[in-house]
């Protein structure tokens, strides 16, 4: 297109073969020039599920009677301190937790903390809890959360329809007879949430 | 006699001289050249690799490469290389790393841009970043001063909204399949 322009307006032979050379010369330079790329795809390729989560956190009140501090608070795998009790004197190590006789032959220690479940993805609007404890305790020890009783047989209801998100209290109760030998208690109690 | 020796000599001597030229004249020979050519022509380009930390590509080695996630949930297990860097209410995070390299020849450059973007716009309730620059279907600057023919790890994060399907979160239980176009310029 240039050079059609060119030679109608001048018709010098000399002129149009430097402007050839002129033309040429920013050909090559252009060609040089231009910025050299690569391309490539990368494809991703998933699929996402649904899920729930359950985390035991401690209570606002964590501290005061009735509500010792979890170790580990805010994850899934947590720890309760409920010290050291005996039936004689009301006798209890600890000031968090929630000392009572039940009858002249029975004490209770207790502490209250909080579940949380969250959901992800999930149309689910609300969950039930249920929970068992490991191993059989001694005759005359029964561990209860918020006075419904576990066992070992299977996990036991606790709750048929909690919301998510929204903290749940629950009270860990271990009921003693006067009559239980000395010994450490111990159990590990598993919740399970299961999205309704 | 000398001069019947002589003359025998020298009969002798012709004798011989003949049969060098016979021999010397029998000597065919032939040539030739090659005149080779070699257009040395400049260029670059790129390939996907596989991270030591991340998931392993399919195709790796290529410019057409596949990263597969498996399955992925806000709370649940991963697939190896994929972690989960963050979780909110709103929304989580798996990652997972993968290695671009691109390679020159015949150029000046010492160093390649790379931009990246979506090849169609991001499924419902997902998102798409490489190194934290998120990804639309318009070119994104995910490198200014790439090194060549180095394997450099980048972030792929998969952002996914945690609401439910229908409710603004991805379709659950669906392979969701994108691609990411990947773009170096020699600078």
């Known amino acids: ?196 | 006699m000398l001069k019947k020796y002589i003359s025998i000599m020298r009969g002798v001597a012709l004798a011989a001289l003949l049969m060098c030229g016979a021999s010397l004249a029998a000597q065919t020979t032939a040539s030739g050249v090659i005149n080779g050519t070699l257009i040395n022509k400049n260029g670059i380009s790129i390939q996907f690799d596989s991270d030591p930390a991340g998931v392993t590509l399919g195709a790796a080695g290529t410019s057409a490469a596949t990263a597969n996630f498996g399955t992925v949930s806000a709370f649940g297990p991963l697939a190896a290389g994929v972690t989960r860097p963050s979780v909110t209410a709103a929304n989580f995070t798996v990652r997972t790393i993968f290695d671009v390299q691109v390679i020159q020849g015949g150029l000046n450059s010492t160093t390649y841009t790379l931009t990246a973007n979506l090849a169609a716009a991001a499924p419902t309730g997902m998102s798409y970043k490489v190194d934290a620059i998120t990804l639309t279907t318009a070119l994104q600057t995910i490198q200014v001063n790439g090194a060549y023919s180095t394997a450099i790890p980048h972030n792929l994060d998969l952002v996914i909204l945690t609401a439910a399907p229908g409710a603004g979160g991805p379709a659950v239980n669906t392979p969701i399949t994108t691609t990411i176009n990947f773009t170096a310029t020699a600078n």
């Open chain 1, 1 to 196: 297109m240039l050079f059609s322009l060119t030679m109608s307006c001048n018709f010098k032979f000399g002129g149009m073969k430097a402007l050839l050379a002129m033309g040429g010369l920013l050909f090559m330079m252009a060609s040089s020039a231009a910025a050299q790329t690569s391309s490539g795809q990368l494809t991703i390729t998933m699929s996402v599920q649904s899920s729930i989560t359950l985390v035991f956190q401690n209570n606002p009140s964590v501290g005061t009677t009735g509500f010792c501090p979890l170790t580990n608070s805010g994850t899934n795998n947590v720890g309760l301190d409920l010290g050291i009790a005996a039936f004689p004197g009301s006798f209890h190590t600890s000031t968090c937790v929630s000392y009572t006789h039940l009858t002249a032959a029975d004490y209770q220690v207790s502490s209250a903390f909080d579940v949380v479940v969250n959901k992800a993805n999930s149309s689910s609007p609300n969950y039930r809890l249920a929970a068992q404890i490991s191993t059989p305790p001694p005759a005359n020890v029964t561990w209860l959360l918020n006075n419904v009783t576990l066992t070992t047989a299977g996990f036991t209801t606790l709750d048929a329809a909690d919301n998510y998100a929204t903290p749940i209290t629950k009270t860990l109760q271990v009921q003693v007879k006067n009559t239980v030998a000395a010994q450490t208690l111990l159990e590990t109690i598993t919740f399970l949430a299961t999205a309704n």
